[in-house]
């Protein structure tokens, strides 16, 4: 079958992987539809630390093809869209609603497929860029067959993650104000969130203005190409503001801009050595730094819940698909991702 491999070197879509049958507490999935992240550039790149050879991806959807023992939330014929918590459901994390935090779920990547007789890690537990991935039983949601695939994809990582970030860990309140740095995938997922959540004012920002256009349809207020303006539109600062770039002037930026108990939460991602400074006696007047790891999401119950705000028309998925492609231009998607030319490319298989 068809994937995109990394093998520490290059990148390339291959034909002959293999993937193992279903075991115990396991799915096997057809993959229609994946959104490539910036977080598959960022392995290539080597700004995440991942061993080769892998398979990429990781933000996908597509039809249960067979399932494993105890396996009865989903079934053969079902439409799922993909998590990448392969969390454990029965540690302490676990239990109290937190799987993002469950350490099964972090930095232990298995290896069900081969290629030439040799294993290949999955990435993010997941490995949408492959014609079939196998997942553990919670990583699957069962989704409605008339969402688009191509839409229900990017549920798996940039909503749940964007939108996520907003309504579970910044808690975002009706009436707050918001600034958003970077209006990517992720970035136009935090706007929407904000809108959701009943955010009165929600600047975005962005270097580029040709992407004012697709911030405002998703719920800015205001459009600026430099963070310089913020105080102009908020002169005693943000209630929230949301660094989704990964660069870490732009952290500062965002703790700056912060009014009176205020938070920043960091979605971008950086080097995993990279140090960001702030100023210290800036910080007692209750504000906030947060990290946010998959906008501390729980799949099994946020993705349907998007899923449901997707077809009442209160989140927007389809506008985030900017262009699709064949897997077999995957070099053309990663470039046009890289440059900022799309808001989200997804591959078709």
């Known amino acids: 079958m068809r994937g995109v491999v990394f093998d520490g070197k290059r990148t390339e879509v291959v034909d002959d992987l293999e993937i193992r049958e279903p075991g115990p507490g396991e799915v096997l999935v057809a993959v229609a539809a994946a959104g490539l992240c910036h977080s598959d550039l960022s392995v290539i790149d080597g700004t995440i630390p991942f061993p080769p050879p892998v398979v990429l991806g990781h ?125 990517g995938g992720i970035g136009l997922n935090v706007i929407q969130g904000a809108r959701i959540a009943g955010a009165l004012t929600i600047v975005a920002v962005d270097a580029n203005p040709a992407k004012e256009a697709a911030a405002r349809q998703f719920g800015a207020t205001h459009f600026l190409t430099s963070a310089d303006g913020v105080r102009e539109i908020l002169p005693d600062g943000a209630d929230h503001a949301f660094e989704c770039v990964g660069r870490t002037e732009l952290i500062r930026t965002a703790i700056d801009l912060l009014d009176r108990h205020g938070q920043a939460v960091l979605l971008g991602v950086p080097a995993a050595t990279a140090q960001a400074s702030f100023l210290v006696s800036s910080m007692y007047l209750d504000k906030s730094i947060l990290g946010c790891r998959y906008g501390s999401s729980r799949p099994q119950r946020d993705i349907a819940l998007y899923a449901e705000l997707y077809r009442e028309g209160r989140l927007l998925l389809d506008e985030l698909v900017t262009t699709t492609y064949p897997v077999e231009d995957f070099a053309r998607a990663a470039d046009d991702a890289h440059h900022g030319r799309v808001a989200r490319g997804v591959l078709m298989f």
């Open 59 to 183: 933000e996908g959807a597509g039809v249960v093809e067979a399932v494993g023992a105890g396996v009865a939330h989903v079934a053969p014929g079902d439409h799922v869209s993909l998590s990448t918590l392969a969390n454990c459901g029965a540690c302490a994390q676990c239990d109290r609603g937190r799987p993002t935090m469950c350490r099964k779920a972090i930095g232990r990547p298995g290896r069900p497929f081969t290629r030439r007789g040799k294993p290949l890690y999955q990435f993010a537990s997941n490995s949408a860029f492959a014609e079939r991935t196998l997942v553990k039983a919670v990583q699957a949601v069962k989704i409605p067959a008339d969402i688009p695939l191509a839409s229900a994809a990017l549920i798996g990582c940039g909503v749940l993650t964007g939108v996520g970030a907003v309504l579970n860990r910044a808690k975002v309140d009706r009436g707050d104000t918001v600034v958003v740095i970077g209006t």
